[in-house]
C-alpha cells in the first residue's frame, strides 16, 4: 500500500478509534444506569462541598461519609490532597454500585505553582503561554487527586466595578474567546483520562459579567442579539476546544435565572451547540431560584433546573432533596433525569475512575510535581509577560526616562508602600495558601534582593496600610525618601478586593495610598509607582504627576523576581491592557467597541450635542490593547491584498512594524475592522486579529493578516451570522486607537 492511501487510512481510523471509544463508554454507562435505583440516580446529581475550603455559603448536614456510601453523593468541590480523596473514594468503593466520587476544585490560575491572575495573564496576549500555566495547573491538581477544575472562567466584562473581572480575560471577545480555548486545551491536555488532565469548565453561562452596576449577582438585561454577539463566543470557543462541562450562573437574564434557563442550557448550548458534558449549577443556584422569585420553594426549584437542563446541583440539595417524588409525580421526565445522570457517568467512565478509582490520588506522583522548579521558571516568565508598563515619561534632571533600572548602579532605592513586603497577596483571589507559602512566594522586596544580590542599595518604609486613614507612617517614609536617590512605590488593592462578592462602588485607591505618593513626589526625587489589583484601578493624579507607572496586577509565586526582571530591563515589559482603564467610574461602562451614535464626539473635549459629559474628557484613562515598552515601534502603512472583495473571499492586510529604540522587544500587532454600515450599527472598531513579535533595534518585519468572510461577519437582527456588502476600514496598531489604516469594500 502506498505511503498515500497508508495516510488516508489512518486518519479514517482516528475517528473510528474516537467513536468506538465513545460508543464503548455509551454500552458501560447504558449497563450501569439499568441497574441503578431512582435514589441513586439522582446521588449522582447531589455535589458538594468539603467543609474544609468552602467557596461559598455552607450547609452543615451531618455525616456526609454516610451519604457517600449510601450513594447520595456523586461529587465534591474542595476535597484535595492525593491522601484525602483516596480516602472519601475508598469510602465511595463501599457504596452498592461502587460508583467513584468526582473531585472539583477551582483551580483557576494555578494550584500548588501561582501563576498570574487570570486577568493579567490576558494582558500578555500569549495565547501558548496561556495554554502552558493551565497545563501545569492541571498537572499539578490531578496530582492531588482533583478530576475537574471550575475553569476557565470566560465571562466578558466591561465593568471593573465587579470584582471578578480578575478572573476572566476582560472585554473583548475575541481575544477571551481564543484565550478560553487555550486554556481548556491546557487544562484538558490530550484529552480526560489522562492522570496529567483535569476536565475543565466553562463558566459562568451565561452573560454573569454584565450584572447591572457591576454589582455582583445582580440582574442582567439585555437583547438576545448583544448576548450572542459579546458574550456567547468564549463560550462557543470552549465549547468548540471540547470544554469537559460549563456552570450555570447565578444572575438572571432577562428575568430568567440562567440555571432555570432551558433557553441557555436546552437550546443553545445541548441543542444548538451539541454539547455533551456535564452543566453543574453554581453554588446554591438551584435554591437561590427561590430568592429570584422564580421558584415557590426548593422542590419546585428541583423542578425547574432539572427540566431547564442543569445537570449537576451544587451545595442547594434541590436535587436529593426532591427529584425522586418529582419523578414519581412525574413532574420531571425520567429520560432527561436519565440523560443528566449519563453525561456524570460517561465522564467518570472517562477519566478512567472506574477501572481504577485511585488513578488520580498518588502521594508519589503529588510530591515530585509540587516542588518542580520548571514550573517556577514558567511562573517567572508568564509573570513578566502579564505585567503593563503604563508610563515611563522622561524626569529632569537627566532627561531620561527612569525605566529600566541597572542593577549595577550604586544609587540607593527606597521601596516604599504597603505592598512591598506582601506575600500572599501576590497570589490574588482564588489561590489556595499552602503552609510554606512565604518561602514560595517572592515579594517585591525580596525580588529586589535576588535581583541585587543583597539589600546594601535598599531601603524600606510601609508609608501606610492598604486601606484606612492612619497617616503615621507618612514620616518615616518622607525621612528614607529624602535619604534615597531612587522612590519606587508599591500600592493598590489587597488581593481579596478583588474577586468574588468583591464588588467595589469607586475605583480609587483604597486608604491614604495616594496622599503617600503626593508626598514622595513632594520630595522632588525621582518616582516610579507599581499599582498591584485584581481590575483597573482610578489613579488620575498619579497618572498625571508620576514619571513612570507599571500596573502589576497580582502575579503569583513569582511576582517579586518577574517585576524585578521588568524594572531592571532584563525583561522588556511587553503587556497590553485586555480591558479599558476609565478615568472615572461615572464613565463605566466604558470600552473600546462602542457605537458612534448619532452624535459621536470628535475630541476629548468635545461635549456639545455630542455623546459625552460635560465635566470629564470623553476618552477613558488608558484605552484597549494599550501597554508600552522600553523601546518603540514604527508602523508602515497598511497594504491591502484588494480594494474589493467578493462575498466568501478572503482579505490579507499587511503592514511593516520596525523597532525603532535601543531595546529589543515584544509587540502586540493588532488588527482592528469596522463594518461602515450595517443592518444593525457595527462598533467603531471590532479586534479581529493580533500577532505578537520580538524585533531587535533597527529590525522590521512584515505582518501579514487574513482576514476570512467570519471577520467580516456580526449577527444580524435574525442571529444569522452574516457579512453584509459596504466598505470596511481596516486599522493596525499597538493598541484599539491604531491609526494606520486602509479599505475595502465587500461586494
Ligand atoms: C462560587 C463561584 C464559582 C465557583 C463555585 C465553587 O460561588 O461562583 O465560580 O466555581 O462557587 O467554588
Redesign the pocket.
Known amino acids: 500500500m502506498n505511503f498515500f492511501r497508508l495516510v488516508l487510512l489512518s486518519l479514517t481510523l482516528i475517528p473510528c478509534t474516537l467513536f468506538a471509544q465513545h460508543s464503548a463508554i455509551d454500552k458501560k454507562v447504558d449497563s450501569l444506569l439499568s441497574l441503578m435505583t431512582l435514589e441513586e440516580k439522582v446521588g449522582q446529581l447531589n455535589q458538594l462541598?468539603s467543609d474544609f475550603a468552602?467557596?461559598?455559603p455552607i450547609t452543615k448536614d451531618g455525616d456526609k461519609q454516610d451519604r457517600v456510601r449510601q450513594g447520595k453523593i456523586g461529587s465534591y468541590?474542595?476535597v484535595t490532597g492525593a491522601a484525602r480523596t483516596r480516602s472519601l473514594q475508598e469510602i465511595a468503593m463501599q457504596s452498592r454500585l461502587r460508583i467513584p466520587l468526582l473531585f472539583?476544585?477551582?483551580v483557576?490560575h494555578g494550584y500548588r505553582t501561582i501563576f498570574p491572575i487570570p486577568l493579567a495573564e490576558a494582558a500578555s496576549w500569549d495565547l501558548a503561554a496561556m495554554e502552558q500555566t493551565a497545563r501545569i495547573a492541571a498537572v499539578e491538581a490531578a496530582a492531588s487527586g482533583i478530576h475537574w477544575t471550575?475553569?476557565p472562567?470566560v465571562d466578558i466584562a466591561r465593568d471593573p466595578r465587579w470584582g471578578?473581572v480578575m478572573?476572566g480575560a476582560g472585554e473583548d471577545s475575541y481575544l477571551a474567546s481564543l484565550i478560553a480555548a487555550a486554556r481548556v486545551k491546557g487544562f484538558q491536555g490530550k484529552g480526560i483520562g489522562n492522570t496529567d488532565a483535569v476536565m475543565a469548565?466553562a463558566?459562568?453561562f451565561a452573560a454573569?459579567g454584565a450584572a447591572e452596576g457591576g454589582r455582583d449577582y445582580n440582574s442582567v438585561d439585555m437583547s438576545v442579539r448583544k448576548l450572542y454577539e459579546v458574550y456567547l463566543p468564549p463560550f462557543k470557543a470552549a465549547k468548540e476546544a471540547g470544554v469537559a462541562s460549563f456552570?450555570n450562573?447565578?444572575n438572571d437574564l432577562n428575568g430568567v435565572p440562567a440555571t432555570g434557563s432551558s433557553f441557555l442550557q436546552r437550546k443553545i448550548l445541548k441543542g444548538d451547540w451539541g454539547f455533551k458534558g456535564i452543566v453543574v449549577s453554581?453554588?446554591?443556584s438551584v435554591g437561590e431560584m427561590v430568592n429570584h422569585g422564580y421558584a415557590a420553594d426548593l422542590k419546585d426549584a428541583a423542578r425547574i433546573a432539572m427540566n431547564a437542563g442543569s445537570d449537576m446541583d451544587?451545595?442547594s440539595r434541590a436535587y436529593v432533596a426532591h427529584l425522586v417524588e418529582l419523578v414519581k409525580d412525574k413532574k420531571i421526565d425520567t429520560v432527561q433525569l436519565n440523560d443528566a445522570v449519563k453525561r456524570v457517568l460517561y465522564k467518570k467512565f472517562e477519566l478512567g475512575l472506574f477501572e481504577d478509582p485511585y488513578r488520580f490520588s498518588d502521594e508519589k506522583r503529588e510530591q515530585a510535581v509540587w516542588n518542580n522548579p520548571a514550573h517556577l521558571q514558567v511562573a517567572r516568565e508568564m509573570a513578566r509577560k502579564s505585567i503593563v508598563l503604563l508610563k515611563n515619561d522622561k524626569f529632569t534632571p537627566g532627561n531620561q526616562p527612569l525605566l529600566p533600572l541597572h542593577s549595577g548602579s550604586k544609587k540607593k532605592i527606597a521601596l516604599i508602600g504597603p505592598l512591598v513586603k506582601a506575600i500572599g497577596d501576590n497570589n490574588g483571589f482564588w489561590s489556595y495558601s499552602w503552609p510554606d507559602d512565604s518561602t514560595r512566594v517572592v515579594s517585591l522586596w525580596q525580588g529586589f534582593i535576588n535581583k541585587l544580590g543583597n539589600a546594601n542599595s535598599l531601603t524600606y518604609a510601609k508609608g501606610c496600610e492598604i486601606t484606612g486613614s492612619d497617616t503615621t507612617g507618612f514620616t518615616a517614609a518622607r525621612k528614607t525618601a529624602r535619604e534615597a536617590d531612587l522612590i519606587i512605590l508599591s500600592i493598590g488593592e489587597s488581593a481579596i478586593m478583588s474577586g468574588?462578592a468583591k464588588s467595589r462602588s469607586q475605583l480609587q485607591l483604597p486608604g491614604v495610598q495616594e496622599q503617600l505618593v503626593k508626598e514622595m513626589v513632594a520630595t522632588g526625587k525621582p518616582v516610579i509607582v507599581l499599582i498591584s489589583a485584581g481590575r483597573p484601578l482610578v489613579f488620575n493624579w498619579i497618572a498625571d504627576h508620576v514619571p513612570a507607572i507599571v500596573y502589576t496586577w497580582w502575579l503569583g509565586t513569582q511576582a517579586g523576581n518577574a517585576i524585578a526582571d521588568v524594572l531592571f530591563g532584563d525583561y522588556n515589559p511587553s503587556g497590553k491592557l485586555p480591558i479599558t482603564f476609565p478615568r472615572s467610574e461615572g464613565q463605566i461602562p466604558i470600552y473600546y467597541n462602542y457605537l458612534s451614535t448619532g452624535r459621536p464626539f470628535k475630541s476629548d473635549t468635545d461635549n456639545t450635542y455630542v455623546t459625552a459629559y460635560t465635566d470629564l474628557p470623553n476618552s477613558p484613562r488608558y484605552v484597549f490593547g494599550y501597554g508600552l515598552s522600553y523601546t518603540s515601534f514604527q508602523y508602515s502603512s497598511v497594504q491591502l491584498s484588494a480594494n474589493t472583495l467578493s462575498k466568501g473571499q478572503s482579505m490579507q492586510a499587511r503592514v511593516t512594524v520596525t523597532n525603532t529604540g535601543n531595546y529589543a522587544g515584544e509587540e502586540v500587532v493588532q488588527l482592528y475592522l469596522q463594518d461602515v454600515v450595517g443592518s444593525i450599527v457595527r462598533p467603531e472598531r471590532e479586534l479581529k486579529a493580533f500577532e505578537k513579535i520580538r524585533l531587535n533595534p533597527g529590525e522590521s518585519r512584515e505582518v501579514i493578516f487574513t482576514l476570512d468572510p467570519t471577520a467580516l461577519s456580526f449577527f444580524n437582527e435574525k442571529l444569522e451570522l452574516v457579512a453584509e456588502p459596504g466598505l470596511f476600514h481596516v486599522y493596525i496598531g499597538g493598541n484599539s486607537q491604531a491609526t494606520q489604516k486602509a479599505s475595502f469594500t465587500l461586494l
Open positions: 462541598s468552602a467557596t461559598g468541590l474542595n472539583a476544585q477551582d483557576i471550575f475553569a472562567m471578578r478572573e469548565c463558566k459562568h454573569y456552570m450562573s447565578f453554581d453554588w446554591g451544587m451545595e468574588e
